[in-house]
């Protein structure tokens, strides 16, 4: 299996040939730290002579000192080094290991821990072509075992190597080989999985592993190393429709203009006809160009420019494809979701998806349910904690092209970004578009937001009231409205207790409906602001993500946030409604400041310290910004 | 039916990681040691935005300390390819004469490279980075991120280190906050020499054997590569065919007796060597890898 020294020593030129000509495999190895799956991986390394003999010297020291063979090699050893990084509080999710035979060169997906492990396999996985799970032969089918291999379905690995390890520890058991894999197959089959491989191994004595084991002389299959190197994998990605995300405009003078990106699936050939996405305009392809000289041909993996033979107008993340068979274009989908994140998903809250070099605004509208690992049930859910997975509709700030995950892995699968800590806390898989996104349009309308307002001799704007409950929002902004009212100003006010009474009427106070209840709440100033009014908000708004999603919404330059800055303490002595009282006595849950977060705004436009200031003095502070920024003129 | 080949495949994707990392950062740049990583990481920049030049800048955080061989090879290199090169010299360190000899080679490094890079990428205002580290020069780099977040003090926060799944990288950070970016990740050291084997990629002579006055210390065979080198009382430097594994500062760089004189010969020797060589030369393999860890903790 393995590139002997003495090629290399003997004809290096001949070697470097052999060399050349490998392959690229990348798999993953599931499994826990009992099922020898450092073992496996440190044997493949020491198989394929990647082991200096400098550092075998130092693993037979190490085997005799902390080794768990009773002196024997440990192999384990080898890769076993993250425990003390553990301890360091590094988060390690995936570790990459490379070796390599005569016929390909492997990146082995190496996801160490039982915590986290949802999140650590799916990224692991999301770029392996072949997972092998691992069983111990003495224990059999685990519900890890169904965990893991649920995860390997949901990433759309469909082949999968069943290694039964430790085989020496049952006597080299046939009938324990098969029993295992007659279960495993009855469970993989329901979960979508058929291109199972079994092979029994022991990946300390090295049964199977490269070449046949003469302690199994009734297993006739292929070695675990002699399956990986042959596995097929690329036809299959050559075979679907021609893919290609545009990472990069390319225009060093003004006689050449190319897009350049990575071909995610099929094939591209110059004079092919393709179609580009969202725009939906079709051209046809006339060069390949590389720094080599152009192509006659390139295929799913290779990063090329293509030029087209038409002028159109192309930006980054648009995609290109095959014009009879092109990606659809959408901006609402069901998809699955894995959170990553250590803050909880929570459906309205507004992150930014990306998918191949595309990036929209996104939020989870709906979460229809979360799925068990274990049992694989589906329970409801009104949030994603860290590690859980679930399926939701997802609503998109715009329409992007996009294929679903089981067909195109790079053109289905997206991660979600925290807007303010700019985190990947989730990964998604795009399955469908909603129907309604393909039957709900935006009917154009000939007078807009200035226009309105322009009638009216004043600046929309939104001036959005942001505090603990009892600072004083709701009489500062009744005062500001009042004012503005004097000056002949056409104004709204909506305020938070108001809005539960109709518009929210259905929602609560978990963190999940709070997020809802400040959408809806953005909605309506928006319109209103369209409408050509000054709307006065007035509502607790804890959360960061949300007053951020509302200034985005409403538009910058027209949005004011006030922070109506009171103690915790003076608000609570104040108490005017007796919620803090409540609160503190257990009758109420999930009030703001005293068993739910209120996050501190970190750039408002105005902070009114309303232990410095009073109402009247507020409210003039807030109408002299107005003046300034022209929202109205005296 | 194209197969591609696993040089192919690595070569794609390091150049997607470019493109991608460049479309998404206002001031990339590009770090440029000199040597064998340094030269495929450009190598591929110069295929990733053919037939334009890579819209980036290369910088190289100089000591002064180089081989005189990796200046000329340097200029001539960035000459001919028509490329930006930024040189950054710690002006500290010039004032205050730091070298090797006098300030012990961990003083020298940390001023010199680590200080040099952070004042360099300050001074620009760069918010990315690309270095041309791999995941397989040491056990405990497999682990690493293609993307390495850093804070405005260009510190590394492991609870920061994002999740990177399919081929989709998250280069979005706050103002002040900078990224590194290594597309070579997945490449191994034979991976990298094939690779300049293959493509014919312009190094560094020192990495081939020739004859060069050297004195041996402690066991380490170091170039006298000009006369700022000062010499012990009867230390001689005497002509020896030796070359270069890993290239730095030339007071701090060990070399190794050896007759390979093309690249199939070195290729050849790194292979034989792993099982063999290493284990006879234990100081020489210290002195490597301890430079490999200086590199890291400058650049990295």
């Keep these: 299996m393995t590139l002997t020294p003495e090629l290399a020593e003997s004809d290096i030129e001949e070697y470097l040939r052999v060399h050349e000509q490998k392959t690229l495999l990348r798999f993953i190895t599931c499994g826990s730290v009992d099922d020898g799956k450092s073992t496996l991986i440190g044997r493949l390394l020491y198989e394929s002579k990647l082991v200096f003999e400098d550092h075998l010297e130092a693993l037979q020291t190490d085997s005799k000192k902390v080794g768990t063979q009773g002196g024997e090699l440990d192999l384990a050893l080898l890769v076993d080094g993250l425990a003390a990084e553990r301890e360091q509080g590094i988060t390690i999710d995936v570790a990459y290991r490379f070796f390599s035979t005569d016929r390909r060169k492997f990146i082995v997906a190496d996801t160490p821990g039982h915590e986290q492990y949802t999140r650590n396999m799916v990224t692991g996985a999301s770029s392996a072509d072949v997972a092998v799970i691992l069983v111990d032969a003495r224990k059999g089918i685990l519900s890890q075992t169904r965990r893991h291999s649920y995860l390997v379905s949901l990433l759309g690995i469909t082949k999968v190597v069943l290694a039964v390890n430790k085989l020496d520890m049952v006597g080299y058991s046939e009938e324990v080989t098969r029993t295992i894999e007659a279960e495993y197959r009855q469970f993989a089959e329901g979960i979508g999985l058929e291109d199972i491989t079994c092979i029994p191994v022991s990946a300390l004595k090295g049964d199977n592993i490269t070449v046949p084991s003469p302690n199994t002389p009734w297993y006739d299959g292929p070695t675990f190393i002699g399956f990986l190197e042959t596995v097929e994998i690329e036809a299959a990605e050559q075979a679907r429709a021609f893919r290609m995300s545009v990472q990069w405009v390319n225009r060093p003078d003004l006689d050449f203009r190319g897009y350049a990106g990575r071909i995610t699936s099929g094939v591209v050939r110059p004079g092919d006809r393709v179609r580009v996405l969202p725009n939906n305009q079709v051209s046809a392809v006339q060069r390949v160009v590389t720094f080599d000289g152009d192509l006659d041909e390139a295929v799913a993996g290779q990063s090329v420019t293509l030029t087209l033979a038409d002028e159109i107008d192309i930006s980054r993340g648009d995609v290109l494809a095959a014009a009879e068979d092109a990606p659809g274009v959408a901006d609402q989908f069901e998809a699955h979701l894995i959170w990553m994140g250590e803050k909880e998903m929570l459906p309205g809250r507004p992150y930014l998806l990306k998918v191949g070099s595309r990036t929209a605004g996104a939020t989870v509208s709906q979460l229809k349910y979360k799925v068990n690992v274990n049992t694989l049930e589906h329970t409801a859910a009104s949030s994603l904690e860290l590690n859980e997975i679930g399926v939701g509709n997802i609503t998109l700030d715009r329409p992007i092209p996009f294929d679903p995950y089981e067909t195109h892995r790079e053109t289905g699968g997206f991660i979600l970004v925290d807007r303010l800590s700019n985190n990947t806390v989730g990964a998604g898989l795009l399955h469908f578009a909603l129907r309604r996104s393909e039957n709900v349009h935006w009917q154009t309308m000939e007078i807009d937001r200035e226009a309105r307002a322009a009638l009216s001799g004043q600046r929309p704007q939104v001036v959005w009231f942001t505090g603990l409950s009892g600072a004083g929002k709701s009489t500062i902004a009744n005062t500001v409205e009042q004012r503005l009212h004097a000056f002949g100003r056409h104004t709204y006010l909506l305020d938070g207790d108001n809005v539960r009474h109709g518009l929210s009427k259905n929602l609560g106070f978990s963190d999940a409906d709070r997020v809802e209840n400040i959408r809806r709440v953005a909605e309506v100033a928006s319109l209103m602001a369209d409408a050509g009014l000054i709307v006065l908000v007035s509502l607790i708004s804890p959360f960061e993500a949300e007053r951020q999603m509302a200034r985005e919404l409403i538009g910058s330059d027209q949005f004011c946030e006030v922070f109506v800055d009171t103690p915790l303490a003076t608000a609570e002595e104040r108490d005017v409604k007796g919620l803090y009282g409540k609160a503190r006595r257990g009758e109420l849950t999930n009030f703001t400041g005293v068993d739910s977060p209120y996050e501190t705004p970190r750039f408002p436009d105005i902070r009114l310290d309303t232990t410095q200031v009073g109402v009247g003095e507020a409210a003039d502070q807030v109408i002299e910004f107005l003046r300034d920024q022209g929202t109205f003129e005296l | ?300």
């Design chain 2, 1 to 300: 039916m194209a197969t591609l080949t696993h040089l192919q495949r690595l070569e794609s994707e390091s150049i997607a990681i470019m493109r991608e990392a460049v479309s998404e950062s206002e001031r990339p740049v590009m770090l440029y040691s000199v040597g064998k990583d340094s030269a495929v990481m450009l190598h591929l920049a110069m295929k990733a935005f053919y037939p334009g030049l890579p819209p980036f800048p290369l910088l190289h955080v100089d000591t002064t300390w180089k081989f005189r061989a990796m200046y000329e090879f340097r200029d001539e290199l960035v000459a001919k390819l028509g490329v930006d090169l930024l040189v950054h010299q710690n002006p500290d360190c010039i004032n205050q004469e730091v070298n090797p000899f006098t300030h012990g080679s961990a003083v020298h490094t940390d001023l010199w490279k680590t200080e040099g890079l952070k004042q360099a990428l300050e001074k620009h205002g760069f918010d990315l980075a690309f270095g041309g580290a791999r995941r397989d020069e040491e056990k405990s780099r497999a682990k690493e991120r293609v993307y390495s977040v850093r804070t405005s003090q260009h510190r590394w926060d492991p609870k920061q280190q994002r999740p990177e799944l399919w081929s989709i990288c998250n280069a979005r950070k706050h103002r002040g906050e900078s990224i590194r970016v290594f597309p070579l990740s997945n490449w191994t050291e034979l991976d990298v020499w094939q690779y300049i084997y293959l493509q014919d990629i312009p190094v560094v002579p020192l990495y081939f054997a020739a004859p060069r006055p050297v004195v041996e210390r402690d066991g380490t065979l170091i170039m006298v590569d000009d006369d700022r080198m000062p010499l012990a009382p009867g230390e001689e430097p005497e002509l020896r065919s030796v070359r270069f594994r890993t290239l730095g500062c030339y007071p701090l760089t060990g070399a190794i007796e050896s007759r390979a004189e093309t690249l199939p010969g070195i290729i050849q020797e790194m292979l034989l060597t792993t099982t063999s060589e290493r284990q006879g030369r234990v100081i020489d393999h210290d002195a490597s890898g301890s430079m490999e860890r200086k590199k890291q903790e400058g650049y990295f």
